[in-house]
């Protein structure tokens, strides 16, 4: 254990200078002008203070656990010595709780998961059973939004001839929400006895999820004189205001996709609310998240080549989950998790799930850190 002990206090030891420095610069007037280099520079700030903290408390077991066995060698009260074993137990059952703590730690984290996300649900094979499964997954979702405080705004939806939908686009806002959320992209698979099936088969059908960080507005340069705007009367339930104001946005943007160098029409419609400059804005934050996507594409690639599993890959053709209604199961594929309370599941009880899931992840990280 001392030499690991001396390995991560050096590496602690480095960063605080490193967060000193970080102190000073996040109060220079010229860093806050920056407000690109001080968001980012205030989340480092943050990170490094948690670590500094864990720095501390590292030291002071330390310094109590080699107190304390020096008091059992060295002392006759018997009392003292109880009280010296009761320490020694105590530190050494935390020390290496705190020293896997700071280890993931030192990992360097993923930028985006801080971030707000867009959350698209699409109904696969599987036709009007795979919309109503999509609509499913998409209460399921809400549900777990509302336990996390955090907030789900749709931003468009296309409604299944026989319930849910054959896709829907919301914004989810809220603290860390990408960070968690990203592990539920891919193929979501479904077992069941459709509504429509009338001679009692089981069905597979399917739906894809795709969970995207929110490109905030300096992660990408748009040139809005570009922009074509045209407004339209939306359509569905909200009475005549429906049909006498024009509410709807749509927007057409000329973009040059990287990865192809061809020229190409991003075309986006809103319809959220009445207010048409608040579709407007909607539709501008999923202009930006859909370029930042794309132009980042490369980067999840990456860490999808040097990854031998899929657990946040962001691979969208995965299929990840099975959810098994006759059996009352749900299956993760990615780490072989299974459970039998769907109905639970399927009310947003997904914390346990997403639980191993970074438990998985983060033993992946310390493995490629070579910690």
Excluded at 22 to 46: F, S
Aim: charged content about 30%; some cysteine.
């Amino acid at each position: 254990m001392v030499e690991g002990n001396n390995t991560l206090l050096t590496k602690l030891e480095g960063l605080q200078s490193r967060f000193e420095e970080v102190g000073t610069l996040i109060t220079d007037p010229n860093v806050i002008a920056d407000q690109q280099r001080y968001v980012r520079l205030t989340k480092e700030y943050k990170d490094l203070e948690d670590l500094m903290a864990a720095r501390k408390e590292y030291e002071t077991l330390l310094s109590n656990l080699g107190e304390a066995k020096f008091v059992l060698h060295n002392e006759d009260d018997a009392d003292m010595k109880e009280m010296a074993r009761e320490e020694i137990a105590a530190c050494e059952s935390r020390i290496p709780e705190l020293e896997e703590e700071i280890k993931l730690m030192l990992v360097p984290k993923d930028p985006e998961d801080a971030k707000n996300a867009i959350l698209e649900i699409r109904g696969g094979t599987g036709g009007d059973e795979a919309a109503i499964f999509a609509g499913d997954l998409f209460r399921m979702y809400t549900k777990y939004c509302e336990t996390k405080g955090w907030k789900l705004e749709v931003s468009s939806a296309n409604e299944g001839a026989a319930g849910g939908f054959k896709e829907i686009v919301c914004s989810v806002t809220g603290a860390d929400v990408y960070g968690t959320l990203k592990y539920e992209s891919g193929v979501h698979r479904v077992q069941r006895v459709p509504a429509t099936e009338t001679q009692g088969r089981v069905h597979t059908s399917a739906a894809t999820v795709a969970v995207l960080p929110e490109a905030e507005a300096f992660d990408v340069e748009i040139h809005e004189g570009l922009i074509k705007w045209d407004t339209f009367r939306s359509s569905g339930a909200g009475g005549q205001n429906v049909n006498k104001v024009e509410s709807g946005v749509r927007l057409r943007y000329p973009w040059k996709n990287p990865n192809t160098g061809e020229e190409e029409e991003i075309l986006i419609e809103c319809t959220e609310t009445r207010d048409q400059p608040k579709n407007k804005e909607r539709a501008l934050a999923r202009l930006r998240t859909f370029i930042y996507d794309r132009e980042h594409q490369k980067y999840t690639d990456d860490i999808a080549s040097r990854r031998k599993s899929l657990v946040s890959t962001g691979d969208r053709s995965a299929k990840i989950r099975t959810y098994n209604y006759p059996q009352g199961r749900i299956t993760d594929h990615r780490i072989n998790y299974t459970i039998y309370n769907l109905g639970a599941f399927m009310d947003g009880d997904i914390q346990d799930c997403l639980d191993h899931l970074i438990v998985a992840e983060n033993a992946e990280r310390l493995k490629e850190a070579e910690m």
